[in-house]
């Protein structure tokens, strides 16, 4: 960017502009600690200058300014992902959306709110419990993770296996497009409401969100321990057959379970066989039908052994604390695997397999948010201060990505770095049509650009998986110890 | 330096390691709903202390780092959302116990510091007028130091030196009195009890305060000690331990003290028509874990009506007032307090209480600003009200 566009910026915003480097070097990074060694020869992550519009009009000025001068602009609010989703790759304009916060309508006979983008779900949660109502569903990062930031994502966590994804349950959008044009998107304009869900902030910058809501019913919480993963998928497919819904069910491997207990956040001191949790909320008649179901499967004939509902009820209070295996760790490194919950146990075996070739521990742990599907994270202790071993075990990554392909998975959500395996999250048909969205919407590729419909050049899908597998070739030879 | 047995802290370089940026603390954090920048969140300034202790190539620590440090209530909310349970809190008192060794910290912090070696207090008069406010009582020389009484009242700066919070401590001494509590105070021989220090990254000239406070406490025979000011109170409960050294000192903040007073019915509460709401100062609240006895005085008067700020108990928003953040940016502190009686003004309370000092001056000025028709009272006083 010249000088004179940044000063323009600049001045326009006043203290809500800043040029100072140390400012910007803030938003050059999100949860994913990647080497400068690794960022720095392939992107330009600084922003030129960060803005934080304050209410739709700004933004939309910004996009103008922005279109007109062909400036990437890359939006942000949470920034609670690991794939640079929303740091940029091209520098120019880090829209920082923060300021658009809070509920603009509660309305109760649509069981609808519209929120600006910005709001984190916890603070929607908590808008709601006080007024009887409650999200649907929300990300396992709800005290971070923002309304507009998850729809730009998949949108499935805690209470998408009862109420579907996110885009199911948003009515309609407002939307800045890169051209500075402020839309109302819906199921039935085009572009439709599904563009705009996990297209990461490519397509314009959403900037309020009408979000379906639901009654706030009493819950209860079930643990059930398995012996194995087979026994797990068995629990998991008769709790998501029965005739009441689960709200919620997650699961934990055994190497969870023992490195968990390793730090000291024991589940009823389990370190053996595999962890089911399901919530179920609704009506005193359904709760009494989930415990009746949870019964039937629990007890000393059948296959899973029931957990006190008092670690239940801690493990559901404790629901946003995932990230405590990083504990052990300093860093955690690790692939979230969008995977079909019959190939769980095939996945996990392939996992321990891998565990025991690389000498390392893997750890799984997961969300089931479809009758289909669940979000697996698999992830494993690394350290981020010994640079050179660091981005050698970042290989691994790839491998475990391979693993949940071999049995139907692919990544959860693509940014920057799960850019080179697009090719596995959409077919080839799906992704042309993709691509042909982004071009229709954004002919000058100025939105967010180097994200999800292609990798960069340094990254394409030959290149990375080259690359990667020498990479992970040379710490299965040298790095036993690691 | 808190009560909070499920957070951890190893060390600097391990805790800037393991915080994952995740940035559940960022929500909650006075400082950066006010400033508003990235760098301003707890997640932020960590992964800056990332760079600068925890690499083998440390990157320097500059002036903005250390003013954006420097930026904090200490009031400890992002300890309370840490996904990852670090003590961040303990996390800040490092850093700037670093930075002050370093000899980089910031000029309002000297200030506190040499103003405190001098005067043994937070204001520049003499400490040996600490009892000054006593001469508003019936016989003010019934507070001077005795050996042996019950228990031992540690008044703080705040309540002995300023006009307006002396009102805490005479509300105070008149309920003991009316108890016929056998009470006394340390006088002239009260010193700070650290927490300007501590917070400033002095750590080892606070230990020469808490060391004094303990050894007069000991010369004086005292086995009962109360604290009105909750930051005195901390520093009584959880840094003085070392120095006590196995002498039996039972420290209670005057709330949880009173609270008890009432359920024994040694004192007598008076019918008030008032709508009251509480705010929980952070050292009393989230870092000393003292939620209830405030709360149980407060439905203990007939008639009144207690309302909750929309931020309560653990997730309790600061007044601003916290972690010396008035010696660097007082705008911000300003700003943060404002925050706080807008959530005053949406309870429709007649009264907010507290039970904090600094509190209470706080969170008067902001709804003096505001021009809100709300009165801002001790706990005590409230009491003492009741009790007319």
């Known amino acids: ?482 | 330096m808190s009560h909070e047995q499920n957070k951890l802290y190893t060390t600097l370089e391990k805790e800037a390691l393991i915080c994952a940026r995740c940035g559940s603390c960022r929500s909650n954090c006075p400082v950066y709903r006010v400033i508003g920048w990235e760098s301003a969140t707890p997640r932020g300034k960590i992964s800056m202390a990332k760079d600068i202790f925890s690499k083998k190539n440390p990157a320097p620590v500059t002036d903005d780092f250390i003013r954006r440090i420097s930026q904090c209530t200490l009031c400890g909310a992002c300890s309370n959302e840490c996904s990852t349970d670090i003590d961040i809190r303990k996390l800040w008192l490092d850093l700037r116990h670093r930075i002050a060794e370093m000899g980089k910290a910031p000029k309002g912090y000297d200030a506190i510091r040499t103003n405190l070696l001098a005067n043994k207090n937070i204001t520049t008069f003499d400490n040996n007028d600490r009892l000054e406010w006593t001469e508003d009582l019936d016989e003010p020389e019934a507070l001077e130091p005795r050996a042996g009484a019950d228990v031992c009242y540690f008044v703080g700066c705040v309540s002995a030196f300023f006009p307006q919070a002396s009102q805490v401590a005479l509300a105070i001494a008149e309920i003991l009195t009316e108890a016929e509590i056998d009470f006394t105070t340390m006088g002239g021989e009260e010193w700070c009890c650290g927490f300007p220090l501590i917070g400033s990254g002095f750590v080892e000239d606070s230990k020469q305060f808490i060391k004094h406070n303990v050894e007069k406490i000991k010369e004086l025979d005292i086995h009962t000690l109360i604290a009105s000011c909750a930051s005195c109170y901390n520093v009584w409960k959880y840094d003085s331990e070392e120095y006590l050294d196995g002498y039996e000192l039972k420290v209670f903040h005057t709330t949880e003290y009173l609270a008890e007073m009432i359920k024994e019915g040694k004192l007598e509460l008076n019918e008030m028509d008032e709508v009251v709401t509480y705010h929980d100062p952070c050292d009393l609240g989230r870092n000393s874990g003292i939620y209830d006895a405030p709360r149980e005085i407060i439905n203990s008067i007939p008639g009144v009506k207690f309302v909750e700020l929309s931020h309560n108990r653990e997730s309790s928003l600061c007044c601003g007032g916290g972690g010396n953040l008035q010696s660097v940016d007082a705008d911000t502190a300003s700003k943060i307090s404002a925050l706080r009686a807008e959530e005053i003004k949406a309870t429709g309370a007649t009264i907010v209480v507290s039970a904090c000092q600094q509190c209470e001056q706080m969170l008067s000025s902001a709804i003096q600003k505001g021009k809100l028709p709300v009165r801002v009272m001790d706990l005590s006083q409230l009491i003492l009200e009741a009790m007319q």
């Open chain 1, 1 to 482: 960017m010249s000088n004179e566009m940044l000063l323009e910026i600049a001045e326009k915003f006043g203290d809500r502009a800043t040029l100072s480097e140390f400012e910007r070097s803030l938003y050059s990074r999100d949860l994913a600690p990647v080497p400068a060694l690794l960022v720095n020869p392939l992107f330009k992550t600084l922003p030129d200058i960060v803005v934080r519009p304050s209410n739709t009009e700004e933004v939309a000025e910004i996009m103008k300014f922005a279109y007109r001068n062909n400036i990437p602009v890359t939006p942000r609010a949470g920034a609670s992902t690991v794939y640079f989703n929303s740091v940029p790759t091209k520098g120019g304009i880090l829209m920082d959306l923060n300021l658009l916060t809070g509920v603009v309508e509660l309305d109760e006979k649509s069981m609808t709110v519209t929120v600006n983008t910005a709001t984190t779900w916890s603070e929607l949660d908590e808008y709601l419990n006080s007024r009887g109502l409650a999200p649907k569903s929300f990300p396992s990062s709800a005290p971070v993770a923002t309304i507009g930031g998850w729809f730009c994502m998949m949108g499935y966590g805690i209470g998408s296996m009862k109420y579907g994804s996110l885009l199911s349950q948003v009515r309609s959008i407002e939307v800045v497009l890169p051209d500075g044009a402020v839309k109302k998107v819906t199921r039935e304009t085009t572009p439709a409401l599904d563009w705009f869900a996990a297209s990461e902030g490519t397509l314009g910058v959403i900037t309020k969100l009408e979000v379906e809501v639901r009654k706030l019913n009493n819950m209860k919480h079930y643990l059930l321990h398995l012996s194995d993963a087979n026994k797990m998928l068995d629990t998991m497919k008769a709790l998501i057959g029965a005739e009441v819904i689960p709200y919620n069910v997650h699961f934990t491997d055994q190497e969870c379970l023992k490195a968990m207990h390793a730090l000291g956040f024991t589940l009823a001191d389990l370190t053996e066989g595999c962890v089911v949790g399901v919530d179920y909320e609704g009506s005193d008649e359904e709760l009494q039908q989930a415990r009746n179901i949870i019964e039937n499967l629990s007890g000393a004939d059948k296959i899973a052994n029931p957990v006190s509902e008092e670690t239940a009820e801690m493990e559901w209070e404790e629901k946003f604390k995932a990230l405590r295996l990083k504990r052990g760790g300093p860093s955690v490194l690790g692939a979230e695997v969008w995977l079909p919950i019959k190939n769980l146990p095939e996945y996990l075996e392939d996992v321990q397999k891998m565990s025991t070739g690389y000498n390392l521990g893997l750890f799984s742990y997961g969300h089931v948010v479809t009758p289909e599907y669940a979000s697996v994270m698999t992830t494993f202790y690394a350290d981020e201060t010994k640079t050179i071993k660091y981005i050698i075990n970042l290989s691994l990554v790839k491998k475990i990505h391979d693993i949940g392909y071999r049995y139907g998975g692919c990544p959860y959500g693509v940014g920057l770095w799960n850019s080179p395996m697009v090719g596995r999250i959409h077919k080839s048909l799906e992704l042309s049509e993709l691509r042909q969205r982004k071009k229709s919407m954004d002919s000058k590729g100025i939105m967010n650009p180097g994200k999800v419909y292609r990798s960069p050049f340094m990254l394409n899908p030959f290149n990375y998986g080259l690359g990667m597998n020498v990479l992970a070739g040379v710490r299965k030879v040298l790095g036993k110890g690691w």
